[in-house]
């Protein structure tokens, strides 16, 4: 059986499997369709949240990232883990406790003001859309090269798919489904680093590979011959305070995602809430432990495979030809010598490979069955529209949830209330695809992008709610907008309209942190300069970090 019939196979069965678990798990009422009813246990949620988590720019995108900038590549696998631990510590039992469904809901009960609300759902929904963006380019890479469609297709079929899934089952079915897409996700993401691993190596622990193996110091003598620079050597890509930033904002912008913090509201109490976190980390270590050495043999992998081979010898490689459909792996011979050589200079560089197909394209390079090549496209698509879904369901609550029930129309009956998010799921889809077949950068890059907004947006916000009762509402608002514009403002001045990066040389990716500063400034000031809270909110505020008792938002709910 060719790749291709396995892919289609595998996927078709992964797909009818999510299905029939999102119409088991469909709801009916609005608690079940934002929340999952608070009912999930600890483990189950800590799986979700992993898939929740580890989207298609973990996936597809974040070796491939770490094997074109070695070390530098690092950022993402500090910023991606550590925040995770900043999250459980700081804010998810706080916001467990507090027992709101949304981000904006914290921050418009904890700030008691719409103004508030209404700029933290923009904020969602900015960062949100982003994210979605990126997700969405990731499923349309699978499909352009397992169904030989270009990329648009691909990203139209995923849209269907998703839709469907969202807007059927809502919270329930989402968190089941993610249960079943951790499992195939990361059985799909380690087959092929086992394989490799034990094929280069000998060792099958890629994470044990990676250290005691000869593979990096051949890796970075191949490396210098070729004219790069070592493989591991530091701050090659990215200046060391780049660097720095980068991570900064990364961790602090997954502690600020809505959609993971909403993650959190969905166990019965605030001891699950934490214990779902511990769960949830180690879930994700498994897949980030095994992405540096994933990316590592990746790179030597294709590197022997391609380089200063004759044209002809290349394109007896079945994988080649199938890639260079998808445009996505190119090749000119430029000096004319019948041979293809892998240069650091772009100019006479005669392979060019999208580092997005590093992930997908290794068990191909790799020799191995044709089987796990399908296995890994399922994996893939499993971490894509997990991450998606949760999206797609921040977007919706923000709207028919804090916008339009909390703010228009605060009479609406659950039915409504539960139609209206779906026809914003509707919306929120249409928005991310256009941007997923128009995408301003490589997958982890679009997405590193919605973190250095969180950072900017929430995460001040939220933490100065949670243990400092004087920073009050007009403090808030102000410092969420200068945060908010100051972030988007650089971003689209470096990426779009050529302004060099003037803070020191950080790049739009990190410059979050300078944003979550300014907002922390901002804030703190504020507050300082207008009147305190009213009383009850600075005793909800004491209230909230004494442990024990009932979640407070259960009188009104």
Do not use: C
């Given at each position: 059986m060719s790749v291709e019939i396995w892919t289609i196979l595998l996927v078709s069965l992964s797909f009818i499997g999510y299905l029939y678990i999102g119409w088991q798990s469909r709801v009916k009422e609005s608690a079940g369709f934002f929340v999952a009813g608070r009912g999930v246990p600890p483990i189950a949620n800590g799986a979700a949240t992993a898939a929740?988590?580890?989207?298609?720019?973990?996936?597809?995108?974040?070796a491939g990232l770490i094997s074109f900038l070695g070390y530098d590549g690092s950022i993402y696998l500090m910023g991606w883990t550590g925040g995770y631990v900043l999250l459980a510590l700081l804010l998810a039992p706080y916001l467990r406790k507090f027992g709101k469904y949304t981000v904006p809901d914290f921050v418009g009960d904890r700030y008691y003001s719409n103004v508030a609300r209404l700029v933290a759902v923009v904020a969602a929904v900015f960062v949100s859309m982003t994210y979605v963006a990126g997700q969405m380019r990731g499923v349309g890479i699978v499909f352009s090269r397992f169904l030989q469609v270009d990329v648009s297709t691909g990203v139209i079929i995923g849209m269907v798919i998703v839709g469907f899934f969202s807007v059927l089952g809502g919270m329930k079915g989402i968190t089941w489904t993610q249960v079943a897409q951790y499992g195939v996700?990361?059985?799909?993401?380690?087959?092929?680093?086992?394989?490799i691993a034990m094929l280069l190596t000998g060792n099958p622990i890629p994470q044990l590979a990676f250290p005691f193996s000869d593979i990096v110091p051949k890796l970075n003598q191949i490396q210098v011959d070729l004219g790069f620079q070592e493989y591991t050597k530091p701050f090659v890509n990215k200046s060391m305070l780049d660097v720095l930033f980068t991570t900064i904002a990364l961790m602090v912008g997954t502690a600020g995602l809505p959609h993971v913090i909403v993650r959190f509201y969905t166990v019965p109490d605030v001891r699950a809430a934490r214990y779902s976190a511990?769960?949830?980390l180690l879930f994700i270590a498994i897949l980030y432990t095994s992405a540096p050495a994933l990316a590592t043999f990746a790179r030597y992998n294709l590197i022997d495979s391609l380089h200063n081979q004759t044209i002809q010898e290349i394109h007896q490689l079945d994988w080649v030809n199938k890639w260079e459909n998808t445009k996505l792996l190119t090749f000119e011979d430029k000096n004319g010598d019948g041979r293809i050589q892998l240069t650091p200079d772009k100019a006479t560089?005669?392979?060019?490979?999208?580092?997005?197909?590093?992930?997908?394209?290794?068990?191909?390079?790799?020799?191995?069955?044709?089987?796990?090549?399908?296995?890994?496209?399922?994996?893939?698509?499993?971490?894509?529209?997990?991450?998606?879904?949760?999206l797609l369901l921040v977007i919706s609550s923000a709207v028919a949830h804090d916008i339009y029930y909390r703010i228009i129309n605060p009479g609406?009956?659950?039915s409504l209330r539960v139609m209206v998010g779906r026809i914003m799921v509707g919306f929120a889809i249409a928005i991310a695809g256009y941007f997923g077949i128009n995408p301003p950068g490589f997958v982890a890059q679009v997405v590193a992008f919605a973190f250095g907004l969180a950072a900017a947006s929430f995460f001040p916000v939220i933490i100065l709610g949670i243990f400092d009762k004087r920073t009050n509402r007009e403090g808030a608002i102000a410092g969420m907008l200068v945060g908010l514009i100051f972030t988007?403002?650089?971003?689209?001045?470096?990426?779009?309209y050529g302004m060099s990066p003037w803070f020191f040389g950080v790049s739009a990716e990190g410059i979050g942190t300078l944003g979550m500063a300014i907002n922390f400034v901002v804030t703190w000031v504020v507050s300082r300069l207008t009147p305190p809270p009213p009383l009850e909110i600075q005793e909800m505020v004491e209230e909230l970090r004494t442990p024990g008792g009932e979640p407070l938002a259960s009188s009104s709910h």
């Amino acid at each position: 059986m060719s790749v291709e019939i396995w892919t289609i196979l595998l996927v078709s069965l992964s797909f009818i499997g999510y299905l029939y678990i999102g119409w088991q798990s469909r709801v009916k009422e609005s608690a079940g369709f934002f929340v999952a009813g608070r009912g999930v246990p600890p483990i189950a949620n800590g799986a979700a949240t992993a898939a929740d988590w580890m989207s298609a720019a973990s996936f597809i995108s974040m070796a491939g990232l770490i094997s074109f900038l070695g070390y530098d590549g690092s950022i993402y696998l500090m910023g991606w883990t550590g925040g995770y631990v900043l999250l459980a510590l700081l804010l998810a039992p706080y916001l467990r406790k507090f027992g709101k469904y949304t981000v904006p809901d914290f921050v418009g009960d904890r700030y008691y003001s719409n103004v508030a609300r209404l700029v933290a759902v923009v904020a969602a929904v900015f960062v949100s859309m982003t994210y979605v963006a990126g997700q969405m380019r990731g499923v349309g890479i699978v499909f352009s090269r397992f169904l030989q469609v270009d990329v648009s297709t691909g990203v139209i079929i995923g849209m269907v798919i998703v839709g469907f899934f969202s807007v059927l089952g809502g919270m329930k079915g989402i968190t089941w489904t993610q249960v079943a897409q951790y499992g195939v996700l990361i059985i799909a993401y380690l087959i092929p680093a086992i394989a490799i691993a034990m094929l280069l190596t000998g060792n099958p622990i890629p994470q044990l590979a990676f250290p005691f193996s000869d593979i990096v110091p051949k890796l970075n003598q191949i490396q210098v011959d070729l004219g790069f620079q070592e493989y591991t050597k530091p701050f090659v890509n990215k200046s060391m305070l780049d660097v720095l930033f980068t991570t900064i904002a990364l961790m602090v912008g997954t502690a600020g995602l809505p959609h993971v913090i909403v993650r959190f509201y969905t166990v019965p109490d605030v001891r699950a809430a934490r214990y779902s976190a511990g769960w949830a980390l180690l879930f994700i270590a498994i897949l980030y432990t095994s992405a540096p050495a994933l990316a590592t043999f990746a790179r030597y992998n294709l590197i022997d495979s391609l380089h200063n081979q004759t044209i002809q010898e290349i394109h007896q490689l079945d994988w080649v030809n199938k890639w260079e459909n998808t445009k996505l792996l190119t090749f000119e011979d430029k000096n004319g010598d019948g041979r293809i050589q892998l240069t650091p200079d772009k100019a006479t560089s005669e392979i060019g490979i999208d580092p997005d197909i590093i992930v997908l394209s290794t068990p191909e390079v790799a020799k191995l069955a044709p089987w796990v090549i399908g296995l890994v496209a399922t994996g893939g698509l499993a971490a894509a529209l997990s991450t998606a879904s949760g999206l797609l369901l921040v977007i919706s609550s923000a709207v028919a949830h804090d916008i339009y029930y909390r703010i228009i129309n605060p009479g609406a009956s659950e039915s409504l209330r539960v139609m209206v998010g779906r026809i914003m799921v509707g919306f929120a889809i249409a928005i991310a695809g256009y941007f997923g077949i128009n995408p301003p950068g490589f997958v982890a890059q679009v997405v590193a992008f919605a973190f250095g907004l969180a950072a900017a947006s929430f995460f001040p916000v939220i933490i100065l709610g949670i243990f400092d009762k004087r920073t009050n509402r007009e403090g808030a608002i102000a410092g969420m907008l200068v945060g908010l514009i100051f972030t988007i403002s650089y971003i689209a001045g470096v990426k779009f309209y050529g302004m060099s990066p003037w803070f020191f040389g950080v790049s739009a990716e990190g410059i979050g942190t300078l944003g979550m500063a300014i907002n922390f400034v901002v804030t703190w000031v504020v507050s300082r300069l207008t009147p305190p809270p009213p009383l009850e909110i600075q005793e909800m505020v004491e209230e909230l970090r004494t442990p024990g008792g009932e979640p407070l938002a259960s009188s009104s709910h």
